[in-house]
């Protein structure tokens, strides 16, 4: 499976985003889908992750509530909706596939996944 995101752009604090994570291949149905975010001279880090039936979800704490993973499985794409944001949401947001079984969708770290996007940036001012 290929990844492709999108959706970044300039927004003020306060406002709202919407990332699209669009992949090729049919057994997208298979792969949990992760998002990850890098900010300049940061490591990469967690932002949330939901699973192949898109029942489950979890969050890094500093996102929860704000942000919302969900997919379209017709469309073979992944959201991630970002609200209220603030200034130190500014990164390259990532997302990445994993395939998995169906219960085995708790993974939040960067090595569990294999397949990544290219990155779209998101830049917010204050």
């Known amino acids: 499976v290929q990844l492709q995101a999108s959706g970044g752009g300039l927004v003020q604090a306060g406002g709202s985003l919407r990332l699209s994570c669009t992949a090729s291949?049919?057994?997208?149905?298979?792969?949990?889908v992760g998002w990850f975010r890098q900010a300049p001279g940061k490591e990469r880090e967690f932002v949330g992750t939901?699973?192949?039936?898109?029942?489950?979800?979890v969050y890094a704490d500093s996102v929860q509530g704000r942000f919302t993973i969900s997919r379209d499985s017709d469309k073979n794409t992944v959201y991630l909706q970002m609200n209220s944001l603030k200034p130190e949401d500014t990164a390259v947001y990532y997302c990445?596939?994993?395939?998995?079984?169906?219960?085995?969708?708790?993974?939040?770290?960067?090595?569990?996944?294999?397949?990544w996007g290219q990155g779209t940036l998101v830049t917010v001012s204050s």
């Open positions: 990445a596939a994993k395939m998995t079984i169906s219960s085995d969708w708790h993974h939040t770290k960067v090595a569990d996944f294999g397949t």
């Open positions: 939901i699973s192949r039936s898109g029942t489950n979800t």
């Open positions: 291949g049919r057994i997208f149905n298979r792969h949990i």
